[in-house]
Structure formats: structure tokens, C-alpha cells
């Protein structure tokens, strides 16, 4: 086995090119560790105080500190892990040619790495995983059945608006752009930020853009309030275009991921449209990870803690990659989600 510690395994961790997601990327770019497992911060559901007027015979008046909740949360435990037996390093791998003259050790070195680079892709996709659950619910349902774990982590969101059936925007008589406009005032009255990004999952963008209003407003040619000019940023994400008045940019995000019962499901629920800022909305906070090394406990501060050991009654050889990651929003207030379609 590579005489590799976890401090080593670490920096050789923090050196590789971050699995990058487009959730966590736009809404949670930050990061930050902690010496605890659990984590406390203020969560704002601000309101705006003006300061008070007072006579100048007066020394000044008090104002209450108010608009946010301090919350202690237990940081969610990630450990993906990956075994390798004999029958894995004395075999011709994959590709590998038939003659091939390479050692066990070298094909133990090549699977070791691999495996570090898929169990920490695993660990990048539950946290947009988590991402998404905050920002189109506002919480994260956190349950191993296996081991009796079933806790909520809920952070209060509640800025959902879903339309009715006479509200759809497939319709020729509803405008989408008044609702848009409802809420992005009604955010900035609330935070006093605007919006300036807005992800429509693919069955809206379709109604959107053949929407009466919205074609109306795309012919304009002087005013030109909306302009759809689609341009595929990478294979999952398409910048659709730019709606002028509220300076919002449009975008579409077809990414998939394999839910805890093994189906398929769009990182965008369908039916959805999100309303937020570029520059994010929160960040990730990662717990202390603590594990038993040569039979003591370790603890390490950081995002992604490897561990390699061997059991050698059963010949095998395990590599775990343990995170404690939770997203979490600064200002509840801050986004809007829109269930255009509400699915069945």
C-alpha cells in the first residue's frame, strides 16, 4: 500500500482542478471551514430601518437589531468509499494492452488515483445537490435509512409564487414580464438588491419565449426589452438572452443527476424559473472531520479528507474521502422561485 499520509493526500486533493458546478459556482462561490462539526451563523430576513428622528434636547433614541436568526446546524457527513481487492491490481485493466508488463503496484497507484478523482466528483454532485435544495426549497432533507438518520436542515425560504392554471404563460392573454417585474421590486424592497440572473428550466424557456407578450416585445426594435439570442455556454448551460428593462440575463441549465432511489432527475425542476444574483447568494461551510488513524482519533479542518488503510484479514485495501459541507444562504429574502408548471 502507498505510504501516503492524510496531510499528503490533502494538498495532492487541494492542487487538482475543483469538479465545478454551475449551482454551487453562481450561488454558493465561497467556502469556509470550521473547527466544529457544527456550525453557527446568522441567517437575515432583513428588513430596512430608517434611524429615528430625535429633539435636540435628546441623546439619541435606540433601534432594535433585528431581521436575522442565529442558527446552530450539525454539518451533513459525506463518505463516498472505494475498495480495492487483489483481482483489481492483477488484472489487465480497461484498455490496458494484452501484453502489458505493468506491476501491480503501478496499477494500484493508477486505480488509487482514479478513484480519489470519482469519489470526489460524488461529493461535487451532492453538494449541487444540496445547492438546488436550498435554493427551490429552502431546505435539505438529510436521511440515511440504513442508519436511522432522517434530519431537516430548513432555513425558512418561503419567497415560492405558484401560478395558477389561468396564469400559465403559454397562454396568449398572460404576460409574463408583470410577474417578473413584481418580484424583482418586491426583492429589492425586501434586501435592496436586484435580481440579475434568472434560470428557467427548459419546458418554461420554451413557453417563455413563444409567449404573445414576450415576441411583442422581442419585435420592438427601438425599444428591444427583450432579446433572445441563444449561445450554448457549455454542453449543459445555454445563455438564452437578456431582458433589458430588469437586467436580468436568462439562462438554461440541463444537468442530471441520479436521485437516492436510482431515477434520473434534472438538476432544474421542471415547471421552474429561479430569480437571483450572479455574484451568490450564500456560501459553503464545511465541518470538522474527525476519524480513526493507527488507533487514534484525528481530526482535520478542511473541505475533502481522504483515508487510506488496508484490512488485512480480508485482503483489501479502502479509500474513503469524507466532506461536511452545508450551502448556506445569507439572506432568505434575497432570490424568488417561480412554479410556472406545477408538476402532478
Known sequence: MPDYTTREMMEAIDQTPPVRTFLQKTFFPEDKTHLTEKVEFDVRKGK??????????KGGKVITRQGFQTNLFTTPKIAPERVLTIDDITKRAIGE????????????????????????????????WMCRQILFEGKIDVVDEDNGVDVQIDFGFDNIVVLGTDEQWSLATVDPLILLRWLRKKIIKDTGRAPDIAIFSSDVIEDFITNPFIEKAMNLLKYKNV??????????????????????????????????????????????VLLGHSNGEGQIEYGLVTQMEDKKWQSYEGKLVPKLWADENDEVEKLRLTSRPLPRPFDVASWAVIYVKRSE
Open 227 to 272: 432579446v433572445i439570442e441563444p449561445r450554448v455556454v457549455d454542453d449543459a448551460l445555454t445563455f438564452y438572452g437578456r431582458i433589458a428593462e430588469l437586467d436580468l440575463d436568462i439562462y438554461t441549465y440541463d444537468e442530471w443527476f441520479l436521485n437516492d432511489e436510482g431515477e434520473d432527475e434534472a438538476m432544474i425542476p421542471a415547471g421552474t
Open 97 to 128: 494492452n494484452i501484453y502489458s508488463q505493468r506491476t501491480p503496484a503501478e496499477r494500484e497507484n493508477e486505480l488509487l488515483a482514479k478513484d480519489m478523482t470519482d469519489l470526489e466528483e460524488s461529493i461535487a454532485r451532492r453538494k449541487e
Open 48 to 57: 430596512r430601518i430608517m434611524a429615528p428622528f430625535v429633539s435636540p434636547r
